[in-house]
């Protein structure tokens, strides 16, 4: 069964951090660009940042340009987002995807569709 689990989500102070996990099971995520996407409550879900099968692209949403960085681990099977300096607004339900075909960077490539597999979300709650 292939399978994208999400992990590492919580409740954080502002200004504080957290380090998400998205491990795969069921198929090799290193053939794969890998997006993590959020969707807040009453908003569309949007893209935060990909990286390319080859890890040697990755792109982010401006809103969180030098505060996230995205990583992966093929030993590991498993793409990472680490979090800094987190807002209030970044308060969300965090998903990862896994496409085949797609690119990371470039105009589109955040956005959520045409991806193949999906996890099912790990809750992040920015709040004093």
């Known amino acids: 069964q292939l399978q994208l689990v999400e992990s590492g989500g919580g409740l954080v102070q502002p200004g504080g951090s957290l380090r998400l996990s998205c491990a795969a099971s069921?198929?090799?995520?290193?053939?794969?660009?890998i997006g993590w996407f959020r969707q807040a409550p009453g908003k569309e879900r949007e893209g935060v940042s990909c990286?390319?099968?080859?890890?040697?692209?990755?792109d982010y949403v401006d809103s969180v340009k030098g505060r996230f960085t995205i990583s992966r681990d093929g030993v590991k099977n498993t793409v990472y987002l680490q979090m800094n300096s987190l807002k209030p607004e970044d308060t969300a339900v965090y998903y990862c995807?896994?496409?085949?075909?797609?690119?990371?960077?470039?105009?589109?490539?955040?956005?959520?569709?045409?991806?193949?597999?999906w996890g099912k979300g790990t809750l992040v709650t920015v709040s004093s």
């Open positions: 995807a896994a496409s085949f075909l797609r690119t990371c960077g470039g105009s589109g490539s955040l956005h959520y569709n045409g991806m193949d597999y």
């Open positions: 069921g198929f090799t995520l290193d053939r794969y660009m």
């Open positions: 990286i390319s099968s080859s890890g040697g692209v990755t």
